[in-house]
């Protein structure tokens, strides 16, 4: 085992440099001419950052369209999803409060069309995104407190939809920070 | 077809159609042939003067094993010591505390053994110095300790007696120069370019559209994303792994991060049967392979995009499938195939929270790790399956009444001592864990480990052993598991489940190797075959079936029961 000692010390030394030092530096280096510069990409109003394009954010406001149940309260300090079980009983308490919550702030929508996406809780606690289902189960909440046109609420949601990667992979979204600017514009 | 199913689909395909070719470039780096990389020998060269090694001094399996175990054992104290004493070291910008010693042994252990057994959330349980320095380094050095135990067997599985098994330092060095370095800064440079951060600022504050202050963590992320998942090891810089949008930030990404964990182990075995000229072998194996994952993948597919039932009762809209735990840029299909890939590969990275995924899922992901040998980690995997290789042979060769004999080889008592000790050291790992733990638990339930009440407690137990003993990293992560009883004993299963898997084959192979070559005849049980593979599987299942079942009894199929039939 001697003999290995010394050699396996210079082999690490010299491996520790080239991929924990050259190997980041060089990818830092190359992200200066990424979006965002390697610092994640931001998104302004009026020339005013409020936020991270794909960092979610907490929308409590009637107002605005809500994104989903978070574990960390949508602050990305951390990140953390709920960790609950599906027979958890107070797990499921807790989803049919938020259904109940939901119904009460949305009066006039059907309980069959709530997608399960908006009552429960993201991987990451940031998700930015919610479904296109769940974006326009909120028109008619927002058209109302907004004083807007339902149609004009609708093909906005149509136009801030994301959709599948090439047309064919992945699943429709919508990005509720990018939602919620474009309905500040209108 | 919906695209959600088209997505995982495609992203199985273009791995395959990339794994073929590198599986060839890989055969070309060991064998010393003509690579595009070529202009990379003086800096080889270089490195191996400076450390004074020769790299062109053959080893046998004995000295492989030594120079093995004894980098490795330079690599924890190294990794114990800085988590120890990161809080008062540079490149903190976060100011985040040093680790206990009962974190830091666990920490050391795990990314050491390429595993990410991770009882800290990177955002605040490690600096920018130890995420660099200790976890992206380990994810480099360990993914290629596994490649060059691998090629030392396959060396030995060649057709000629022979002692020397090429040089560990040398197939080391070149499993990082030529492989992961490069592939892992293109997937790092695809990650930078779609908004993961890779700049060395510290957390950021914003006011966000309706007011609120918050932070958001930052730092050198796409590189070390890069080699987490090409080195199989799966170590997250964020907390959520890649469910982050930092980490992970949309379908491009997703894809790419599933083909690069999968990428290596399927590459390695398309290499074996370039190497040793076996293709057919190569198929067979692969062919068993991904007959095991597909068999995992259909239930986990059906019970995640089918939704919990228990909301279904509810009344609500659940077409988009089971989403706690769940991204929506992924949705439900990519999440479930990415749980399965992570879990039969060692990977464990995950999308989605594993202790929100249906019952059936959790089983899956389970036997994923129990049987631990469909794909498998980077180069540990083929060693896993070569271990069942001789079991079947051993009993193939009594079921017909010959000699067993692979690959020219005869396999012998000690040999099959070796491999039957090496199989069954997994379950007892876990199996004893798992009632260890339950028993301090029943004991004292104060202890407050579980997030979840019931079977689904149990399993949250369960699948940390599990986890453990495979060297995944995944978790039920609910499971409240930074503390002295889980730090310790996961990282003693940790470290078991890791070296003696990789010595049995290479010792095994080793014997092998020095024995007299018998060419193959028509009175020889041939290894390539459509029959064998099917023995292979039914071996491996057989083993992991009949030891686990009890416990996934009680564990996450009991949980099934009371969910969709009560």
């Not at chain 1, 010394?6 to 991929?19: D, Q």
């Not at chain 2, 949705?331 to 992570?342: E, F, I, K, P």
């Not at chain 2, 075959?529 to 416990?551: R, S």
């Amino acid at each position: 085992m001697k003999t290995y000692i010394l050699p396996s010390l210079k082999l690490s030394g010299i491996l520790l440099i080239i991929c924990s030092a050259l190997y980041p530096l060089f990818i830092a280096a190359m992200a200066l001419v990424a979006p965002g510069g390697g610092n994640g990409k931001k998104v302004f109003e009026n020339d005013q950052v409020v936020g991270y394009d794909n960092i979610g954010q907490k929308f409590t406001n009637d107002d605005y369209f809500q994104g989903r149940p978070s574990a960390v309260n949508y602050n990305a300090a951390g990140s953390a999803g709920s960790n609950k079980g599906g027979s958890n009983s107070d797990y499921l308490t807790i989803v049919q409060a938020r259904i109940d919550t939901f119904l009460v702030h949305n009066p006039g929508i059907k309980k069959s069309t709530i997608p399960s996406d908006l009552v429960t809780a993201s991987g990451s606690g940031l998700d930015p995104h919610i479904s296109v289902k769940g974006a326009n189960i909120q028109v008619p909440r927002i058209a109302k407190l907004r004083k807007r046109e339902e149609e004009v609420l609708y093909s906005l949601v149509k136009k801030c939809t994301e959709h599948p990667l090439l047309g064919v992979f992945g699943p429709e979204r919508v990005n509720v920070l990018k939602l919620n600017l474009a309905l500040n514009a209108l | 077809m919906n695209t959600e199913l088209i997505g995982v689909i495609a992203t199985f395909i273009i791995t395959i159609v990339i794994a073929i070719p590198f599986g060839k470039y890989i055969v070309k780096v060991f064998k010393g042939e003509k690579t595009i990389l070529d202009f990379l020998i003086p800096v080889e060269k270089t490195i191996f003067r400076l450390c004074g090694i020769d790299s062109t001094k053959q080893m046998n399996w004995k000295q492989h094993l030594i120079a093995l175990l004894s980098i490795n054992i330079l690599w924890f104290v190294y990794a114990f010591i800085m988590l120890l004493t990161q809080g008062s070291l540079f490149l903190n910008p976060d100011g985040n505390p040093s680790m206990s010693p009962d974190l830091s042994f666990n920490t050391a252990i795990s990314f050491v053994v390429n595993c990410n057994l991770q009882h800290y959330s990177g955002e605040t349980g490690l600096t920018y110095l130890t995420q660099l320095a200790v976890i992206a380094f380990l994810q480099f050095v360990s993914a290629a300790t596994g490649i060059a135990a691998l090629i030392v067997v396959f060396n030995a599985m060649k057709e000629k007696t022979t002692e020397g098994l090429g040089n560990f330092f040398d197939m080391f060095l070149k499993s990082i120069t030529r492989i992961l370095l490069p592939v892992s800064s293109i997937i790092a440079l695809i990650l930078v370019f779609n908004g993961t951060p890779a700049s060395f600022a510290g957390k950021d504050t914003i006011h966000t559209l309706q007011g609120d202050t918050v932070q958001v963590s930052r730092g050198p992320a796409a590189g070390m994303i890069g080699i987490k998942h090409l080195g199989t090891n799966g170590g997250g810089w964020f907390g959520a792994n890649s469910a982050h949008p930092l980490e992970n930030p949309n379908y491009l990404t997703n894809m790419v991060e599933m083909i690069a964990q999968v990428l290596i182990p399927l590459a390695l075995i398309f290499a074996l049967g370039f190497y040793l000229n076996r293709k057919k072998m190569a198929y067979v194996i692969f062919g068993v392979m991904t007959i095991g994952m597909i068999s995992f993948l259909i239930p986990t597919m059906i019970a995640e995009t089918s939704g919990n039932p228990a909301i279904t009762k509810m009344g609500i809209d659940q077409s988009g499938g089971s989403m706690e735990g769940k991204e929506v840029r992924f949705g439900a299909s990519a999440s479930a195939y990415w749980s399965v890939l992570t879990t039969i590969i060692s990977t464990g990275s995950v999308n989605s929270m594993h202790d929100s995924s249906m019952p059936v899922s959790g089983t899956m992901q389970l036997l994923g790790m129990m049987t631990n040998a469909f794909y498998g980690g980077c180069g540990v995997g083929i060693l896993n399956y070569y271990i069942f290789m001789i079991i079947a042979v051993f009993i193939s060769g009594l079921m017909v009444g010959r000699t067993p004999e692979f690959l020219g080889r005869k396999i012998e008592a000690r040999e099959m001592k070796i491999a039957t000790m090496i199989a069954l050291l997994h379950p007892f790992l876990i199996l004893v864990g798992t009632a260890i733990s339950s028993y301090m638990y029943t004991k004292d339930p104060s202890v407050g480990w579980l997030n979840n009440p019931g079977y689904h407690g149990f399993s949250e137990m369960l699948y940390e052993y599990t986890s453990s003993a495979a060297n995944n990293g995944s978790g039920f992560e609910g499971l409240g598991d930074n503390n002295w009883f889980w730090n310790i004993t996961t990282g003693f299963v940790l470290i078991i489940g890791r070296f003696l898997p990789i010595i049995g084959p290479v010792a095994i192979a080793g014997i092998l190797a020095r024995k007299k070559f018998i060419p193959e005849s028509a009175g020889t049980l041939r290894t390539d075959t459509g029959t064998f593979g099917i023995m292979t599987y039914a071996v491996i299942m057989i083993i992991a079936a009949l030891a686990f079942f009890p416990a996934l009894v009680l564990g996450p199929l009991a949980e099934y029961f009371t969910l969709y039939h009560h």
